[in-house]
């Protein structure tokens, strides 16, 4: 990292970590790599981790600052504390289960420099086989969320109106403005950021990029998916290391806690009845879904049984304990 008691840096790179004692310095390391060439800094928020993760960061590079919060502030909240420290004209979010690839965070901040109208910016994201993950996508609506839930964005990939809602009909490898991307590796302009205001903290987890990148589109601005810039993304590693909560394998979430961020997004963007139409899909999904394994004889209908009555469960509970979308469970979620 180059030496900061001089000028300002020109980017901030952000990492919010969770018990990430197993890639902190995987992250890092490939983060001083994706900036070869910047003057930058990286800020890890440490959100009340148990393991070693803090001594492994200040074993590795001395100069990385180190916000460490006594209590869990989710993504939003953490994200936004490292904000209040950051000095640079761009702001880069990466999270710890991601490895930018080398030269990707200075190739950023190049492009970013000669289109101010852009607020945000994400990259190809990768799993460690190579193949690519959902890296730009639709903003969430309830008919989008009943083409994810009932298959036919899978099915129909290639369709440009079933395959939307992760733009699989869409040519991975050319860039393009999009509704929003994933925050596991993104970059802000701060200026666009200071105007729009930061992560709405409501969202202790999930929805919180959605709701951003809405706001800084309303704002007249623009979000963009960028291919030249990769990263190897794991995807979900904090999330599962949250004791006692549905952890979906299949979406790498924790069930609860994306039923909550869903239903106060809905109610912020949508209203009381777009919040309801969202819940009442899922429920109705499930429902179906329970019944059809009641009748039949396989050998894992019970067990998906057993998944689908705990998922209305949680539906319930997360209409439950949002008032419908409208006010966010206290902090730290449980």
């Known amino acids: 990292m180059m030496p900061l008691n001089s000028l300002k840096p020109i980017l901030s790179v952000i990492v919010v970590a969770y018990?990430?004692?197993?890639?902190?310095?995987?992250?890092?390391?490939?983060?001083?790599?994706?900036?070869?060439?910047?003057?930058?800094?990286?800020?890890?928020?440490?959100?009340?981790?148990?393991?070693?993760?803090?001594?492994?960061?200040?074993?590795?590079?001395?100069e990385i600052c180190v916000l460490q919060s006594k209590v869990n502030l989710g993504f939003?909240?953490?994200?936004?504390?490292?904000?209040?420290?950051?000095?640079?004209?761009f702001l880069a979010l990466v999270n710890?289960?991601?490895?930018?690839?080398?030269?990707?965070?200075?190739?950023?901040?190049?492009?970013?420099q000669e289109r101010p109208h852009i607020g945000m910016a994400g990259g190809r994201l990768l799993a460690e086989n190579g193949?690519?993950?959902?890296?730009?996508?639709?903003?969430p609506s309830v008919l989008n969320d009943f083409l994810v839930i009932s298959g036919l964005s899978n099915?129909?990939?290639?369709?440009?109106?079933f395959g939307r809602v992760d733009r699989t009909w869409a040519d991975p490898n050319l860039a393009s403005?999009?509704?929003?991307?994933?925050?596991?590796?993104?970059?802000?302009?701060?200026?666009?950021?200071?105007?729009?205001?930061?992560?709405?903290e409501r969202f202790f987890l999930y929805f919180e990029e959605v709701d951003l990148c809405r706001r800084i589109k309303t704002a007249g601005f623009e979000v963009w998916y960028q291919p030249d810039w990769r990263a190897v993304h794991i995807g979900g590693v904090s999330s599962a290391k949250v004791e006692g909560q549905h952890f979906?394998?299949?979406?790498?979430?924790?069930?609860?806690?994306?039923?909550?961020?869903?239903?106060?997004?809905?109610?912020k963007h949508h209203g009381w009845l777009g919040a309801w139409g969202a819940c009442q899909l899922e429920r109705v999904w499930h429902g179906l879904r329970l019944w059809r394994n009641q009748i039949r004889a396989l050998p894992s209908a019970r067990y998906k049984c057993i998944e689908s009555r705990a998922l209305r469960n949680l539906l319930a509970q997360a209409w439950r304990d949002t008032a419908g979308g409208r006010v966010s469970p206290p902090s730290p979620w449980l």
């Not at 001083?32 to 960061?57: K, P, T, W």
């Not at 099915?155 to 109106?161: C, G, L, M, Q, T």
């Open 19 to 62: 018990n990430n004692e197993a890639e902190i310095v995987s992250c890092l390391a490939s983060i001083h790599q994706a900036c070869l060439g910047l003057h930058y800094e990286v800020i890890v928020v440490d959100n009340a981790s148990r393991d070693a993760s803090v001594a492994q960061i200040r074993a590795f590079d001395s």
């Open 76 to 89: 939003a909240a953490g994200n936004n504390l490292a904000f209040k420290a950051a000095q640079g004209q």
């Open 248 to 267: 979906n394998a299949h979406g790498s979430q924790l069930s609860l806690w994306r039923m909550r961020s869903a239903m106060l997004y809905y109610r």
């Open 131 to 139: 193949q690519d993950q959902p890296s730009a996508r639709c903003f």
């Open 177 to 200: 403005p999009v509704d929003w991307v994933p925050g596991a590796f993104v970059v802000l302009n701060a200026a666009i950021l200071a105007q729009v205001g930061v992560f709405d």
């Open 155 to 161: 099915r129909f990939a290639k369709s440009r109106f």
């Open 96 to 112: 710890p289960d991601a490895r930018p690839e080398a030269h990707a965070l200075t190739c950023a901040v190049s492009w970013l």
